[in-house]
């Protein structure tokens, strides 16, 4: 007779059947979140390593010669990937895998090299730069603290009712809500690139020394070069909510161009809230004169409004066609957001006739039944 060989035992076979499980169901949420990340801080570095700006060798000898700014960026890069690296506790099935029998090691053996994974553009900059010893430190330390956080309960809280006396207040707090509650892992990523790119616009005015005009011109651009990750992920979830909301809107019976005026608002009053951070990080890094500054928070507050009114008109119009246009309406966003950037730098204070009548078209161009 042919021999037999060695048969797996019930256990064992149950843990590879669980491990599989478990990285097809929990695995592939994560690693999208984190290339997603990966691609807009290589956005952001190409705008601000090389060329005029850093040299990868002076950014690391900067992280480690300054401890405030060390602690800065390692503040915005968890911030970037703690809703990457929660997902691996949260994302759907955890839970339930998680309650039955399970292997002891596996599961920790993957979350750590996922974690240690997320920390590649770190080591790509370090190995770069040439500090290989500072590479597989951060390394190693950005898995750890990445690791930490992400298990850290959050605090429960029992919201209160609230009660709107007016119907504009409410449809913006309905939006809000909508917002915050579907979509605070995509906030949380949009304000950590949006603080980076104040710092790479900020750290590229003050490698080159830029004073007067040049300030508000080429850092208005290297700005907006910078936001272009902040604000692609926010345009899906501006349509997400709306779509989302549609019943609500009803309910306050509002007309359709109050309705679009108020969204209009809405969008433009946040990406305008988002870009004026990214300024004013932009002024505190970059060292320049009040005045200088002033300039290039004007600027940035003028191409704000303009880019959230345009992805206000935007999400209005993915939204008649069923989102089948998204990547179509990503790809105009980039586009609208460097030729802001593009035509402050070359325009100046005459930029603000085009951007004024760019925002105007986007109140009023939408037909009132689309809204």
């Known amino acids: 007779m042919a021999s037999v060989g060695p048969r797996s035992s019930p256990a064992t076979d149950g843990n590879r059947l669980w491990s599989k499980t478990w990285r097809r169901a929990v695995l592939p949420g994560p690693v999208r979140r984190a290339v997603a990340v990966w691609l807009g801080v290589f956005i952001v570095a190409g705008t601000t390593i090389g060329g005029n700006g850093l040299a990868p060798s002076a950014l690391v000898a900067l992280v480690f010669g300054h401890p405030v700014v060390g602690a800065v960026l390692a503040a915005i890069w968890l911030l970037l990937l703690w809703p990457a690296a929660r997902e691996l506790r949260t994302a759907a099935g955890a839970q339930y895998l998680r309650s039955l029998p399970a ?97 790479a616009a900020g750290g590229f005015i003050r ?5 007067g005009n040049e300030v508000s011109t080429f850092g208005a651009t290297v700005l907006y070069a910078g936001l272009v990750p902040a604000l692609a992920p926010l345009l899906a979830e ?99 957001t460097l030729a802001t950037g593009i035509t402050i730098g070359l325009l100046a204070e005459t930029s603000l006739l085009p951007l004024g009548a760019a925002a105007v078209w986007a109140v009023t161009s939408t037909p009132r039944s689309q809204t």
């Open 103 to 199: 292997p002891r090691y596996a599961p920790r053996v993957w979350t750590l090299a996922l974690l240690l994974f997320m920390q590649l553009p770190i080591a790509v900059l370090c190995i770069v730069a040439g500090a290989y010893a500072h590479a597989a430190l951060l390394t190693v330390a950005g898995a750890a603290l990445l690791g930490i956080t992400a298990t850290l309960q959050l605090p429960a809280r029992t919201p209160a009712t609230p009660v709107w006396r007016s119907r504009v207040r409410a449809q913006l707090a309905i939006w809000a809500r909508g917002v915050w509650r579907n979509s605070g892992a995509s906030l949380l990523r949009s304000a950590g690139f949006v603080a980076l790119a104040g710092l």
């Open 207 to 211: 490698a080159n020394q830029l004073r």
């Open 238 to 336: 501006l349509v997400n909510v709306r779509m989302r909301m549609r019943a609500w809107d009803a309910a306050l019976g509002m007309i359709g161009l109050q309705r679009q005026i108020a969204w209009v608002v809405a969008c433009s009053g946040l990406v305008t809230s988002l870009v004026a951070l990214a300024a004013m990080i932009a002024f505190t890094v970059a060292g320049v004169e009040f005045l200088d500054g002033a300039r290039l928070f004007g600027f940035a507050c003028a191409g704000g409004a303009l880019v959230g009114a345009l992805m206000a008109r935007g999400s209005l119009w993915a939204m008649q066609r069923e989102r089948s246009v998204f990547s179509n309406l990503v790809v105009a966003l980039v586009i609208v």
